[in-house]
Nanobody, 120 residues
Framework: QVQLLESGGGLVQAGGSLRLSCEASGSIPMRKVMGWYRQAPGKQRELVAV????????YADSVQGRFIISRDNADANMVHLQMNNLKPEDTAVYYCNLRPIPIGAQGEYWGQGTQVTVSS
């Protein structure tokens, strides 16, 4: 089992910044992709940004150039999402995700979610 602990959500004005962090613990697979998804009220959960074990990253078009996902320098099982120039449409619950590669029978893991609210 893998546990994901998220931190860093909150309320910010448009144009501001927030940093989310996610730390994995437990039986962490060597090869994996970790990242962030978000879900706004009435909408489906969507990918925000992910980072693969080798360091390759992938971003949603809507956050490209504003958000940066990175792995912690001291803890390879912790990832950060630096969110800059936030917009009201970024308001959502943000979920940390860990997906083993290959995914296997245990499936993928989700954090409990952290609220990000951007006021106009």
């Amino acid at each position: 089992q893998v546990q994901l602990l998220e931190s860093g959500g909150g309320l910010v004005q448009a144009g501001g910044s927030l940093r989310l962090s996610c730390e994995a613990s437990g039986s962490i697979p060597m090869r994996k992709v970790m990242g962030w998804y978000r879900q706004a009220p009435g909408k489906q959960r969507e990918l925000v940004a992910v980072i693969f074990t080798g360091g390759v990253t992938n971003y949603a078009d809507s956050v490209q150039g504003r958000f940066i996902i990175s792995r912690d320098n001291a803890d390879a099982n912790m990832v950060h999402l630096q969110m800059n120039n936030l917009k009201p449409e970024d308001t959502a619950v943000y979920y940390c995700n860990l997906r083993p590669i290959p995914i296997g029978a245990q499936g993928e893991y989700w954090g409990q979610g952290t609220q990000v609210t951007v006021s106009s």
